[in-house]
T-cell receptor, first 116, second 117 residues
Framework: GAVVSQHPSWVICKSGTSVKIECRSLDFQATTMFWYRQFPKQSLMLMATSNEGSKATYEQGVEKDKFLINHASLTLSTLTVTSAHPEDSSFYIC????????????FGPGTRLTVL | AQSVTQPDIHITVSEGASLELRCNYSYGATPYLFWYVQSPGQGLQLLLKYFSGDTLVQGIKGFEAEFKRSQSSFNLRKPSVHWSDAAEYFCAVGAQRGSSNTGKLIFGQGTTLQVKP
C-alpha cells in the first residue's frame, strides 16, 4: 500500500522558535496533501489543503502566517509552525491523496509538537 | 450541512464478543465512506472503504461495514474482538471520484474501543 512518512516524529522547542514538519509520499505521487491537527481524545481537525505547485487553502480559523505550508513537489509537503507558543502544542498529522484513481487519503504517522 | 456522527464516544466489549460501531452521515451527494483506526500516538490506518457496489464491505483485521443509504449509516462490525483491537476508530466521508471536489474528508468524533480480558 501507499506509504506516507513524517519527520520528525516528535519535537520539543522553545516558545518563539519555528518548527518545520515534513510529509513525504514514499511510493506514489501526491497531487494533494492535507494537514490535520489533533488534540488529545479528539478527532482530526483539517488545517489546510495543499496542492503541488500552488498555494495552500486554509480552513476557517487557521492562521496562514502561523502555519506555513509548502508543497514544492509531488512527494513533499512541509508545515512550518512559526513563532511557536505552548498553545501550538499538539499532534500534527499529514495525509496524501493520489489522484487518480480515487479519493482515498493515506496518512502519515503524525508528529508530536511540544512547545515549552 | 455535511457531517459525520459517531454516537458512541466510548465502548467496552469483552474479548471474543462481537462489536458494532455506529456511524451516521449527512452528505449532499453520493458519499465515499471510510473507517480508520488509530492506535495511541500513531497515524490513521484504513480499515475499509465504500465507493459503490456491494453494500457490505470487507476490510482488514476481520472488520466489515454495511452501507445503508436509507438510514445514512455505515456501521462497522467485527464478529469476535481481540485485545489488540483496542484503539480509536474514526468514520469519515468524502466526495465520490469524478466530482469536482477538493478531496477533503469529514471525520466523526471518534469512538474509543476498550477490550476487557
Amino acid at each position: 500500500g501507499a506509504v506516507v512518512s513524517q519527520h520528525p516524529s516528535w519535537v520539543i522547542c522553545k516558545s518563539g522558535t519555528s518548527v518545520k514538519i515534513e510529509c513525504r509520499s514514499l511510493d506514489f505521487q501526491a497531487t494533494t496533501m492535507f494537514w490535520y491537527r489533533q488534540f488529545p481524545k479528539q478527532s482530526l481537525m483539517l488545517m489546510a489543503t495543499s496542492n503541488e505547485g500552488s498555494k495552500a487553502t486554509y480552513e476557517q480559523g487557521v492562521e496562514k502566517d502561523k502555519f506555513l505550508i509548502n508543497h514544492a513537489s509531488l512527494t513533499l509537503s512541509t508545515l512550518t509552525v512559526t513563532s511557536a507558543h505552548p498553545e501550538d502544542s499538539s499532534f500534527y498529522i499529514c495525509s496524501a491523496r493520489a489522484w487518480p484513481p480515487d479519493n482515498e487519503q493515506f496518512f502519515g504517522p503524525g508528529t508530536r509538537l511540544t512547545v515549552l | 450541512a455535511q457531517s459525520v456522527t459517531q454516537p458512541d464516544i466510548h465502548i467496552t466489549v469483552s474479548e471474543g464478543a462481537s462489536l458494532e460501531l455506529r456511524c451516521n452521515y449527512s452528505y449532499g451527494a453520493t458519499p465515499y465512506l471510510f473507517w480508520y483506526v488509530q492506535s495511541p500516538g500513531q497515524g490513521l490506518q484504513l480499515l475499509l472503504k465504500y465507493f459503490s457496489g456491494d453494500t457490505l464491505v470487507q476490510g482488514i483485521k476481520g472488520f466489515e461495514a454495511e452501507f445503508k443509504r436509507s438510514q445514512s449509516s455505515f456501521n462497522l462490525r467485527k464478529p469476535s474482538v481481540h485485545w489488540s483491537d483496542a484503539a480509536e476508530y474514526f468514520c469519515a466521508v468524502g466526495a465520490q471520484r469524478g466530482s469536482s471536489n477538493t478531496g477533503k474528508l469529514i471525520f466523526g468524533q471518534g469512538t474509543t474501543l476498550q477490550v476487557k480480558p
